[in-house]
C-alpha cells in the first residue's frame, strides 16, 4: 500500500532536528508543518517573507491575511517574524536554511529536479523553486513514484526543464525513501506493504538495492 500525504508529511519530519529554519514548498511539503514534534523548536520559513510558520489553521484561527508562498491560510508560532520578499530570498540565497522540502514532477540520477513546467500545460510557475535548491545543502523532494498513467518519475534523465543540477540527494515518494549517490538511487526504506519488486518496476533509472531494506515506521 502507498503513503498517503500525510503519512509523506509525516516521515519526512522525522528529519527534521531541533533548531532548524525550514522551507516547506507547495503541496505535500506543506503538511509537514502539522507533523513538527511537540517538544522540538524548529521555525518554518516562507518564501514570500513569514519565518515561524505553525500547523494550518482551523475555522476558529483562520486569518485571510496570514498565507503562505502559496497562498494557503496559514498560522504562526510564538516568535515569528514577518519581514519583506526580498530578506526572505536573501536568507535562502545566503545559505541560512538547514532543510529545504520540495516536491517535484522529475528527479534523475545525477540529482537533477524538473518541478516547474509541463509543456503545453499552465503551471504557476518557478516560485522560489530555482533559490531554494541554488541555496540548500539539504533538500527533500517528495512526489509520487510514477505518474497517473505509470510513468516512472524516477529517471535515468529528466525530460522536463530543470530547476537545478546535481542538487537533490534525498527522495520521498509515496513507495519508498530513496537516496542519490554516484548515478544512482538507493533504496534506503519502504513503504509498509510495499514490496521491492514494485519498487524497482516504477523506477525507470538505475537503482541500488541492498539486501535488507526495512519498512517505513511511523510512532
Not at 130 to 159: F, P, Q, R, W, Y
Request: proline share 4%.
Amino acid at each position: 500500500m502507498s503513503l498517503t500525504r500525510e503519512q509523506m508529511a509525516q516521515r519526512v519530519a522525522q528529519e527534521l532536528q531541533d533548531g532548524f529554519y525550514v522551507n516547506l514548498g507547495i503541496g505535500i511539503p506543506t503538511l509537514v508543518a502539522n507533523f513538527v514534534p511537540k517538544n522540538m523548536s524548529v521555525m518554518l520559513q516562507s518564501e514570500n517573507g513569514l519565518l515561524g510558520m505553525g500547523e494550518f489553521p482551523t475555522e476558529d484561527t483562520i486569518d485571510a491575511d496570514m498565507i503562505n508562498a502559496g497562498k494557503q491560510t496559514v498560522t504562526t508560532v510564538e516568535g515569528a517574524s514577518i519581514f519583506s520578499s526580498a530578506e526572505s530570498f536573501a536568507m535562502i540565497r545566503g545559505g541560512h536554511v538547514d532543510l529545504t522540502v520540495l516536491g517535484a514532477f522529475e528527479v534523475d540520477v545525477q540529482g537533477n529536479i524538473a518541478s516547474w513546467m509541463i509543456p503545453n500545460k499552465l503551471i504557476k510557475g518557478m516560485g522560489g523553486a530555482m533559490d531554494l535548491v541554488a541555496g540548500a545543502e539539504n533538500i527533500i523532494v517528495t512526489m509520487t513514484h510514477a505518474s497517473k498513467n505509470g510513468d516512472s518519475k524516477l529517471l535515468s534523465n529528466c525530460s522536463l526543464p530543470l530547476t537545478g543540477k546535481a542538487c537533490i540527494k534525498k527522495v520521498l515518494t509515496d513507495l519508498a525513501w530513496l537516496e542519490i549517490e554516484e548515478g544512482a538511487f538507493i533504496l534506503k526504506e519502504r513503504a509498509p506493504g510495499v514490496s521491492v519488486e514494485e519498487i524497482i518496476e516504477k523506477t525507470q533509472g538505475k537503482l541500488i538495492v541492498p539486501d535488507n531494506v526495512p519498512e517505513m515506521t511511523f510512532s
